[in-house]
């Protein structure tokens, strides 16, 4: 149950372990300097079994939605980490088991000879319960085959809806004679269960409408494998690796989502597509050369295959067009991709230094273009598939030199572009280029023995051809207001600061923080669109070593992003917005706002005593702000805040030199006033909801035993 950590962690790591962390309390680093607990540990003073019983009190669905102790009661608490060494033939033996006796369980079986061989057989499960309450009258959930009421009906079951994935996965390598060594990995998921989903429509009612929606769990039965093949050579100078990697995905419900019953404006959504059977195949070669002392290369060529020829789903509300049944009844998708890449470091002097590298890579969507269905003459689709053919070529450019004084400057410069094909009729308008260059320059210096800062500057300025003008089926012009914000242009500062402040050995502390502006530019004859964004981010970590058995340590982060755009409810066939009562021009203001706080304790107060603690905690707000710019009064959307703390706490007290028992403590609390699952409804009468205020309390016991 326990989990060996480092001592130290970054502000980001914490702020993420307050927001995910699992039922684990934080250990000291043992006396050997080894993690008993990593897979990758080969020791055998490492090796350690612990079996042990936990009990949850007040458990809730937020802290048990990955380790599944979601219910009060008992728990076992099951690990071991076996490491046996032959000395004879130096072949290393290692069994490992991690959290058995829960649903995030780990288990491995790995056998290697130094310099010789190796392989591994490994398993892990990895479970998702969903966290929100659900109350349904929906039938069928788990299969593809769902009955949904034909009328309001809010007096269903409760249910528990939840994911597992179960992973097998086997390695070999060999090192060959000479400079060769093969290395080999394959891995099975096999993934099942169900996940909200709904189906419905968005509606034309009036101003605020979200029309009707139906509660449709997705059901879940897939299996994906990997394969990762391949071969080095080390020759000295040159460093060479080549392979295969591929992928293979097979959904059992590939025949889609069928529906039964259901509100008859919605009748029409049956059945529903789920992810069809798709594989990629990619084969690449990459490696380094190293041509001076002071020079040296990277290199990678890449070929990547990708295929999706599933049948498609079809039924009476989804017939299949004359072409596509013509073409076989699936879509005959292909994707081939090209990749490029070399770089170069170079120290010509020894205050300069030299980076560069060039990056090609070429997307070529060779799908068939066909017309699948006949849509009204006053739409942007024509019925045909989009390819999505990417071309991007980049590179960039960095030197460094060391000034007087200690200062070091470093500048650099750096160019993307991206190239797109264009359908003469598109549902989304598009520019066919994009190009962004990039501008860096930065100034280190140690500002004293015991203190390092740097200062970085950064100019980003994206644009790009010409937006092509979406047209409707009849020939009029469609919508073009609202420039896609990963294609509008943009311009971007960033600034950076840093600094490492170490008065001593026993004591550090780290500070950093970045702030950054977006200015977007909008489309020709149009105030829409995305209009600015902001990011602040700054941490503090400080560690001190008091003794050698007692250590403290604290971090604060803040991250604020800021984004404001603006829309048209309902733009007319000729791309002008009415701005009037029904369609009104309106603007969003989003912020997202986290403040992170945490601090940690290890000492060792007697030899036969170790002891720790951590503590974390996030508070979190959204605003997503709406206002009026010109028409009719749109309603404002209120703040959600939500608020995480963790207390890890753990005792360990020796019984003997190699075993002993260990006491967990965790207390959990999540608090939310989000509005979005307070009470949500659909169409059908499913109801979700979620309890605002969770806390729960963990305690666990277990003895240990350490092999020597």
Same mark, same amino acid.
């Given at each position: ?143 593809? /085959? ?5 009328? !309001? $009906?809010?007096? %269903? &079951?409760?249910?528990? +809806?939840? *994911?597992?994935?179960? #992973? ?81 995905? /097979? ?5 889609? !989502? $069928?529906?039964? %019953? &259901?509100?008859?404006? +919605?009748? *029409?959504?049956?059945? #529903? ?318 912020r997202n706002l986290s403040n992170n706080v945490g601090a940690g304790l290890r000492a060792k107060p007697t030899a036969q005593i170790d002891l720790g603690a951590e503590f974390t905690y996030a508070e979190i707000t959204d605003q997503n702000h709406l206002s009026t710019i010109q028409g009719a009064a749109v309603s404002d959307l209120p703040d959600s805040h939500t608020k995480t703390m963790r207390l890890n706490l753990f005792a360990r007290y020796a019984l003997q030199k190699n075993s002993g028992v260990r006491l967990d403590y965790i207390f959990d609390r999540f608090k939310t006033d989000d509005w979005t699952w307070a009470s949500w409804v659909y169409a059908d009468g499913t109801q979700l909801s979620e309890n605002q205020s969770q ?14």
């Amino acid at each position: 149950m326990k989990r060996v950590c480092s001592f130290k962690y970054s502000s980001m790591t914490l702020a993420l372990a307050a927001a995910f962390g699992t039922a684990h309390a934080v250990e000291p680093i043992v006396t050997e300097n080894i993690d008993p607990r990593a897979p990758n540990s080969l020791n055998t003073g490492a090796s350690e079994a612990s079996v042990g019983i936990g009990y949850a009190n007040d458990a809730t669905r937020r802290f048990g939605e990955y380790n599944g102790i979601k219910e009060n009661g008992a728990y076992g608490l099951i690990d071991f980490n076996w490491v046996k060494r032959n000395d004879e033939t130096g072949t290393w033996t290692r069994i490992f088991g991690r959290d058995v006796g829960l649903d995030d369980r780990q288990l491995r079986f790995e056998q290697q000879r130094q310099g010789n061989w190796g392989y591994s057989i490994d398993y892990s499960r990895i479970p998702r319960f969903e966290p929100l309450n659900i109350t349904t009258a929906v039938g069928g959930i788990g299969s593809n /085959n769902l009955v949904i009421p034909t009328t !309001l $009906n809010p007096n %269903g &079951g409760t249910i528990d +809806l939840k *994911t597992k994935r179960d #992973i097998l996965g086997l390695g070999f390598d060999k090192y060959i004679s000479g400079n060769w060594d093969v290395q080999i990995k394959f891995r099975n998921e096999e993934k099942d269960g169900a996940r909200i989903f709904a189906r419905g429509t968005t509606g034309t009612g009036p101003v605020g409408s979200f029309g009707q929606f139906e509660f449709a769990p997705e059901p879940i039965d897939a299996t994906t494998r990997q394969i990762d093949a391949k071969v080095n050579y080390s020759g000295g100078a040159l460093l060479l690796q080549g392979g295969y990697y591929g992928t293979m995905y /097979n959904n059992k419900f590939d025949s889609g !989502l $069928n529906f039964t %019953g &259901g509100l008859a404006g +919605l009748s *029409t959504f049956t059945p #529903i597509a789920l992810p069809p059977d798709n594989q990629s195949h990619q084969l690449y070669v990459s490696g380094n050369y190293t041509f001076t002392q002071n020079t040296r290369s990277t290199f990678k060529l890449a070929y990547q295959k990708e295929t999706q020829d599933a049948a498609f789903v079809s039924g009476v509300n989804v017939p299949l067009s004359p072409a596509a049944a013509a073409a076989g009844g699936d879509l005959n998708g292909r994707v081939d991709t090209k990749i490029a890449h070399f770089g170069i470091t170079s120290r010509p002097i020894p205050k300069l230094s030299l980076v560069a590298d060039v990056h090609y890579e070429d997307r070529d969507d060779k799908t068939p273009v066909l017309v699948y269905f006949f849509p009204p003459p006053t739409t942007t689709s024509n019925g045909e598939n989009e390819p999505r053919s990417i071309r991007t070529t980049s590179a960039k450019a960095e030197a460094g030199y060391q000034l007087p004084e200690s200062f070091k400057i470093i500048g650099g410069v750096g160019w993307e572009e991206k190239k797109r094909n264009l359908s003469a009729i598109r549902v989304v308008s598009g520019r066919e280029t994009t190009d962004e260059t990039t501008w860096k320059l930065e100034l280190r210096r140690p500002m004293a023995e015991t203190v390092i800062g740097s200062v970085a500057l950064m100019h980003q300025d994206r644009g790009g051809s010409d937006f092509q003008t979406t047209v409707q089926n009849n020939g009029t012009v469609g919508s073009n207001l609202i420039a896609p914000i990963f294609l509008a242009d943009r311009v971007r500062d960033k600034v950076r600061v840093s600094a490492n402040w170490a008065p001593a050995n026993a004591f550090n502390i780290q500070f950093y923080a970045d702030k950054a502006r977006d200015d977007y530019g909008s489309r020709p004859g149009s105030t829409l669109g995305p209009h600015s964004g902001e990011a602040t981010n700054w941490s503090l970590d400080a560690s001190y070593v008091i003794n050698d058995r007692w250590q403290v340590n604290a971090w604060y982060s803040q991250n604020d992003t800021h984004f404001e755009s603006s829309t048209c409810e309902n733009a007319s066939a000729t791309g002008v917005c009415p701005a009037n009562a029904t369609d009104p021009i309106w603007g969003a203001n989003m912020r997202n706002l986290s403040n992170n706080v945490g601090a940690g304790l290890r000492a060792k107060p007697t030899a036969q005593i170790d002891l720790g603690a951590e503590f974390t905690y996030a508070e979190i707000t959204d605003q997503n702000h709406l206002s009026t710019i010109q028409g009719a009064a749109v309603s404002d959307l209120p703040d959600s805040h939500t608020k995480t703390m963790r207390l890890n706490l753990f005792a360990r007290y020796a019984l003997q030199k190699n075993s002993g028992v260990r006491l967990d403590y965790i207390f959990d609390r999540f608090k939310t006033d989000d509005w979005t699952w307070a009470s949500w409804v659909y169409a059908d009468g499913t109801q979700l909801s979620e309890n605002q205020s969770q806390r729960v309390n963990f305690l666990g016991v277990s003895y240990y035993y350490r092999f020597q």
